[in-house]
């Protein structure tokens, strides 16, 4: 069992950063693929960024290449989702999650996901 917990979620004026961090449970952190997905209102649930084991391969979908950047402390156990340049259509609630399997860069659907945090309100203003 892995317990996920965000933190770092608010609301920003569009062109501001925010910087998620979602922190894991448990010895095995280290072995996981984790990603980050967001649900707007009236919205799927929907995969925003991944990240391998070990940090060395990230995937993102095209909206967010250039804002965002995944990243993770093994050592803490925590995984990070900085966003800069953020547009209000970035309003969302989102997710951090443990993806099961080998890694792979790739859209991740939420079928793959292992465990879900309980996500963390991002609003952004225009």
């Known amino acids: 069992q892995v317990q996920l917990v965000e933190s770092g979620g608010g609301l920003v004026q569009a062109g501001g950063s925010l910087r998620l961090s979602c922190a894991a449970s448990?010895?095995?952190?280290?072995?996981?693929?984790m990603a980050w997905f967001c649900q707007a209102p009236g919205k799927e649930r929907e995969f925003v960024a991944s990240?391998?084991?070990?940090?060395?391969?990230?995937y993102y979908i095209d909206s967010v290449k250039g804002r965002f950047t995944i990243s993770r402390d093994n050592a803490k156990n925590t995984v990070y989702l900085q966003m800069n340049s953020l547009k209000p259509e970035d309003t969302a609630v989102y997710f951090c999650?443990?993806?099961?399997?080998?890694?792979?860069?790739?859209?991740?659907?939420?079928?793959?996901?292992?465990?879900w945090g309980q996500g963390i309100q991002v609003t952004v203003s225009s």
């Open positions: 990240i391998s084991s070990s940090g060395g391969w990230r």
């Open positions: 448990g010895r095995t952190f280290s072995r996981y693929a």
């Open positions: 999650a443990v993806v099961s399997g080998s890694y792979q860069s790739t859209t991740y659907g939420p079928q793959a996901v292992d465990y």
